[in-house]
């Protein structure tokens, strides 16, 4: 399993922005597919966005033109650009990974197979 390590996060206004960051374990990290997840109080985890090894990305619409995933590979590191937030964005926000290569995309949360600890974002209004 791949280790993931999330930073940022926090306390922010409506309208704010924060970038998260998740560094993983491994040697191959260019070849792992990448997502960001979010579960809000009541709800079901679900996509937020994802980047393929390839660099192809897959968003929620409720966070297209304002989310944006990136990814170093030299780094290790995914990225979650996050802007014009809303009260709605509220939620614990996970990073995910999968090693192994499937020939589909996007990919449903089942297919990910590796999960960070979480860390919670609020978005005052």
């Known amino acids: 399993q791949v280790q993931l390590v999330e930073s940022g996060g926090g306390l922010v206004q409506a309208g704010g922005s924060l970038r998260f960051s998740c560094a993983a374990s491994g040697r191959t990290f260019s070849s792992y597919a990448m997502g960001w997840y979010r579960q809000a109080p009541g709800k079901q985890r679900g996509l937020v966005a994802a980047i393929s090894r390839d660099g192809w990305t897959n968003y929620a619409d409720s966070v297209k033109g304002r989310f944006t995933i990136s990814r170093d590979n030299a780094k290790n590191t995914v990225y979650l650009q996050m802007n014009s937030l809303k009260p709605e964005d509220t939620a614990v926000y996970y990073c995910?990974?999968?090693?192994?290569?499937?020939?589909?995309?996007?990919?449903?949360?089942?297919?990910?197979?590796?999960w960070g600890q979480g860390t919670q974002v609020t978005v005052s209004s």
């Open positions: 995910a990974a999968r090693q192994s290569y499937v020939r589909k995309w996007p990919l449903d949360l089942d297919d990910f197979g590796s």
